[in-house]
Structure formats: C-alpha cells, structure tokens
C-alpha cells in the first residue's frame, strides 16, 4: 500500500486530487514547534530508503496508529521549538549520498545511512528536505550554500529563492512545496509568478518527468508531500 503523507493542516481540494495515489494520512501537530512548522511531514517524520519510517517520538503512537503495515521508529530526539531544536528529521538521500547538518541530524537516521555506506555530506542549512526538491534523477533548489557544495556531486538546480508562501514566515522553499511519485511531480499551488517558472519547466520536462498541480492557489509550503 502506498501512503500519502500530508500536513495536519493541507487543504481538502487538495487533498482530495491525491486520494487516487494511495491512502491519504495527515501529520499531527506537535505543540513544541513553532506555529507554521508543526504539522510539516518534513519536520515530523522522516522516511528511510528501506521504507521504514523515523518519526517524531512525542507522537510515536500516533504514527504506529496510522502506518500499521510499516516499521516506524522513534526519533532519538524530541523536537523543540527554537533552532536548531527543529531540523532533527528534515534531510534527504539523493542515490547513496545523505545530505544535512549532520551536527543535527538525530541520532537514529544518522546511524541508519551510516551503517549502509552512504557518504554523508554536511550542509549548514538545517531545513534540508524543504529547501530541496529531490527526485531520483535530480535536485532543484533556492539554498545556494547546499547548490555549492552538492554541484560537483549530484545533478542540482538552482533557482530564484523566496515567493513561495509559507505560514507565519516570511516565505517558504520549492521541497516543502512539492512531492514526487515515481516521474511525477506534485506542486502544492500554481508558481506560474514564480521568476523561476521556465527554468522549473525545462528541469523537469528536460528527464522527462509530469507535473501536476493540486491547486489553483498560489504555490505553498506545507511541509513536502511524502508518496510512502
């Protein structure tokens, strides 16, 4: 069975347009994170190469309750609301390489990606998963820290940073904006405004994957859709 992990808070419509994907489940917010980020799948859960699952251990429950036909984990670490407190879970792994500030990475998925030969790289930003939108082909991007350091050793994009909308901050980043199934790729909202639009457009059609848009609002942060 495939999951589709969604925030607590992600819109119906929405919603709705990925019911045909899988079973569609919504995060549950923890309290100690700040308003904005506390339903995010991305901060709350984080799900590893074997299909396991590492996720927030204040709701480990929860997460056992709705992935019942999945091994789910609880995070070493208790999530917080002051940074870095909040970025425990939010990396991604790009074929065999595990990309984050490893100095924050908790302990539990830290270990697991090391003990199966994956070449650890460290970035300063935190927010890794959300800064990056990650497919099996390629990365796109607004960080220019992570396109740096990752430009010599992935096939990574950058694009224009900001103008994606995210709640109580002052704007929100492409991964946290999207999901991928296979070779399609889902935005949350419409980021035709987006000074990037072309250059996403060529990326995309240029390996060949879909888009499909699940809202006519404009492109939002909700935290990554996660296809489990």
Same mark, same amino acid.
């Given at each position: 069975?495939?999951?589709?992990?969604?925030?607590?808070?992600?819109?119906?419509?929405?919603?709705?347009?990925?019911?045909?994907?899988?079973?569609?489940?919504? #995060?549950?917010?923890?309290?100690?994170?700040?308003?904005?980020?506390?339903?995010?799948?991305? /901060?709350?859960?984080?799900?590893?190469?074997?299909?396991?699952?590492?996720?927030?251990?204040?709701?480990?429950?929860?997460?056992?309750?709705?992935?019942?036909?999945?091994?789910?984990?609880?995070?070493?670490?208790?999530?917080?609301?002051?940074?870095?407190?909040?970025?425990?879970?939010?990396?991604?792994?790009?074929?065999?390489?595990?990309?984050?500030?490893?100095?924050? #990475?908790?302990?539990?998925?830290?270990?697991?990606?090391?003990?199966?030969?994956?070449?650890?790289?460290? /970035?300063?930003?935190?927010?890794?998963?959300?800064?990056?939108?990650?497919?099996?082909?390629?990365?796109?991007?607004?960080?220019?820290?992570?396109?740096?350091?990752?430009?010599?050793? /992935?096939?990574?994009?950058?694009?224009?940073?900001?103008?994606?909308?995210?709640?109580?901050?002052?704007?929100?980043?492409?991964?946290?904006?999207?999901?991928?199934?296979?070779?399609?790729?889902?935005?949350?909202?419409?980021?035709?405004?987006?000074?990037?639009?072309?250059?996403?457009?060529?990326?995309?059609?240029?390996?060949?994957?879909?888009?499909?848009?699940?809202?006519?609002?404009?492109?939002?942060?909700?935290?990554?859709?996660?296809? /489990?």
């Amino acid at each position: 069975m495939t999951y589709v992990l969604v925030a607590e808070n992600f819109p119906k419509k929405a919603t709705d347009k990925l019911k045909k994907y899988g079973e569609v489940v919504r #995060t549950k917010a923890n309290t100690n994170v700040l308003k904005g980020l506390d339903t995010h799948p991305d /901060i709350l859960v984080h799900p590893l190469p074997s299909g396991d699952l590492v996720v927030d251990r204040d709701n480990l429950e929860y997460y056992k309750e709705i992935f019942k036909d999945k091994k789910v984990l609880p995070s070493h670490s208790s999530l917080s609301a002051k940074y870095p407190g909040d970025i425990h879970l939010n990396a991604f792994a790009f074929k065999k390489i595990f990309v984050h500030n490893l100095k924050h #990475t908790d302990q539990v998925i830290l270990d697991y990606y090391k003990n199966r030969g994956y070449d650890l790289v460290n /970035i300063k930003q935190g927010y890794a998963k959300c800064s990056c939108l990650v497919t099996d082909d390629f990365v796109i991007t607004s960080d220019g820290g992570i396109y740096e350091t990752l430009k010599d050793l /992935i096939p990574i994009y950058k694009i224009d940073h900001e103008q994606i909308k995210l709640q109580n901050f002052n704007y929100g980043f492409i991964g946290g904006a999207s999901g991928v199934l296979g070779k399609k790729i889902f935005f949350t909202g419409d980021f035709s405004q987006h000074s990037s639009h072309e250059e996403i457009l060529k990326i995309i059609n240029k390996y060949d994957y879909e888009i499909e848009i699940l809202s006519k609002d404009p492109i939002e942060d909700y935290g990554s859709i996660y296809f /489990i």
